[in-house]
């Protein structure tokens, strides 16, 4: 809101002192304050991204962490779709009493929905009582908080290291692509206008550009419809890694005792008998069992997005119309929707399996397991398989890439990029073409990625090198 309204915030807390609101000076505190509010919006995005994450994986058990994830990704690319369309009606004559620009009333709108959601969550969900768990010990002050970090990137769990590393080169190819990708569209519609005038007056380039941009917009929206569809449809047609336990007669725990294990979701009252299954639900589950394909596993739908990813970026070279360029873009939201599903639905699953099989929860059956349930695993006794802290360096994982990917499309914009106005500007299409080439590295670093079937195998061929 603070963003939204800097103009006159600024505007009018100088004014207090006898300062001009049209001078150089104000002006120049007034984008001041909006970059400054900008970091305080990035941060306080990533704490509350972190925090949904760290939410689901403490509220949900092993088997239902890839459910979650699908659950969380399908609202957002719900406010996705709500979002693009609130971009094309006019909110200032609709909502006149949030404000009087569009950016205004956008923002009104995110507030009031992101305090009302989290509220909710916050008020009805509930989550293990810390206090009656062991406290890390990471020592107190910033310094020891930093070495703590430090320590808990080394330690990281093998397998959420791995999954990381995939992220890392993934991002550096999806940030051109969500930078620049309305751009890419744009350029392809004023290409034509260019070329039958390149002389064009700034008015007229502007007035050139701004139809490109609605064009460009209207692909986005394409691109959240098919990634809200594929949300929908993928988890359904890829089998959940871990199957649901056996639950026992009566409820052991409650939500306030040590541990907390009846609110993980491990333990229901009763046993529903199949007398009380609806056929609905039975129909439900009878289709879902049809549709699934054994052989598609979360890692592998990963690793052929990444493909697909690079695929469609290196098919630029065919595109000269702005229909076909919204096809590759609606294309592109099946891999996007892959992305903001599985790397999570991974992790969660990992940082849910370790904490379930240290509460004795889940029966350990590799060897890194057994350490695990006998607190021997220094992962563990770093605190480097906390929810909060795996998911803090994840979204290190995903945010560093933003400098790598900027550095390197600036290179080539500085090379490539043509004067505003000119005809046969493609710097974009090599910005994404070289996003790419990082997605076939990130398909590449996801064979190393390892199934929980693979992690048993891997463990019978030791026993049976040991007999």
Same mark, same amino acid.
């Given at each position: 809101m603070v963003l939204a309204w800097t103009k006159e915030v600024v505007g009018g807390f100088l004014g207090i002192f006898g300062a001009d609101r049209e001078s150089q000076s104000v002006k120049t505190c007034i984008i001041l304050w909006a970059v400054l509010f900008v970091y305080v919006l990035d941060f306080s995005i990533n704490v509350i991204q972190a925090a949904t994450r760290a939410y689901a994986v403490d509220c949900a058990p092993t088997h239902q962490q890839e459910a979650a994830n699908a659950w969380i990704m399908r609202a957002s690319g719900i406010g996705n779709i709500i979002g693009y369309i609130s971009g094309y009606l006019n909110l200032p004559k609709i909502l006149p009493w949030l404000g009087n620009s569009q950016f205004k009333v956008l923002c009104a709108i995110a507030s009031f929905t992101l305090a009302a959601t989290v509220a909710i969550s916050c008020s009805t969900v509930p989550e293990r009582d810390p206090s009656h768990e062991d406290a890390p010990d990471g020592g107190e002050g910033i310094i020891a908080f930093f070495k703590s970090l430090f320590r808990s990137v080394r330690k990281l769990p093998p397998q959420i290291r791995r999954v990381c590393e995939v992220q890392f080169f993934a991002w550096i190819g999806w940030f051109p692509f969500l930078f620049y990708i309305t751009t890419y569209i744009g350029e392809i519609y004023v290409e034509p206008f260019f070329e039958e005038n390149p002389n064009m007056t700034p008015a007229e380039v502007d007035a050139t550009w701004e139809k490109a941009t609605r064009v460009g917009t209207f692909a986005l929206l394409i691109f959240a419809l098919t990634t809200f569809t594929s949300s929908v449809f993928l988890p359904f047609i890829i089998p959940p890694t871990f199957k649901p336990p056996p639950p026992p007669s009566t409820t052991p725990l409650t939500p306030t005792t040590p541990g907390s294990l009846s609110a993980s979701g491990y333990f229901t009252s009763k046993k529903p008998s199949p007398a009380h299954v609806s056929l609905f639900i039975? #129909?439900?589950?009878? &289709?879902?069992?049809?549709?699934?394909?054994?052989?598609?596993?979360?890692?592998?739908?990963?690793?052929?997005?990444?493909?697909?990813?690079?695929?469609?970026?290196?098919?630029?070279?065919?595109?000269?119309?702005?229909?076909?360029?919204? #096809?590759?873009?609606?294309? #592109?939201? =099946?891999?996007?929707?892959?992305?903001?599903?599985?790397?999570?639905?991974? +992790?969660?699953?990992?940082?849910?399996?370790?904490?379930? #099989?240290?509460?004795?929860? &889940? @029966?350990?059956?590799?060897?890194?397991?057994?350490?695990?349930?006998?607190?021997?695993?220094?992962?563990?006794?770093?605190?480097?398989?906390?929810?909060? =802290?795996?998911?803090?360096?994840? %979204?290190? /994982? +995903? /945010?560093?890439?933003?400098?790598?990917?900027?550095?390197?499309?600036? /290179?080539?914009? @500085? =090379? &490539?990029?043509?004067? @505003?106005?000119?005809?046969?500007? %493609?710097?974009?299409?090599?910005?994404? @073409?070289?996003?790419?080439?990082?997605?076939? =590295?990130?398909?590449? &670093?996801?064979?190393?990625?390892?199934?929980?079937?693979?992690?048993?195998?891997?463990?019978?061929?030791?026993?049976?090198?040991?007999?």
């Open positions: 039975r #129909i439900c589950s009878a &289709l879902t069992s049809a549709i699934q394909i054994p052989s598609l596993t979360l890692r592998r739908a990963w690793l052929l997005s990444h493909l697909m990813f690079a695929a469609c970026m290196w098919l630029t070279f065919l595109v000269h119309s702005t229909t076909a360029g919204t #096809i590759l873009v609606a294309l #592109i939201g =099946v891999p996007w929707a892959l992305t903001c599903w599985a790397p999570f639905a991974l +992790i969660s699953s990992e940082i849910s399996k370790r904490d379930a #099989i240290r509460r004795g929860l &889940l @029966r350990p059956g590799t060897r890194e397991a057994a350490l695990v349930a006998a607190g021997e695993d220094e992962a563990g006794a770093e605190g480097a398989d906390q929810a909060g =802290v795996v998911l803090g360096i994840h %979204n290190v /994982a +995903i /945010a560093a890439p933003q400098v790598i990917a900027t550095l390197v499309s600036s /290179a080539i914009f @500085r =090379v &490539l990029q043509k004067p @505003r106005g000119a005809p046969g500007d %493609n710097s974009v299409a090599w910005v994404l @073409r070289f996003g790419g080439c990082c997605a076939v =590295v990130a398909a590449w &670093l996801t064979l190393r990625v390892k199934e929980e079937k693979e992690m048993l195998e891997d463990v019978e061929r030791v026993d049976r090198r040991l007999d």
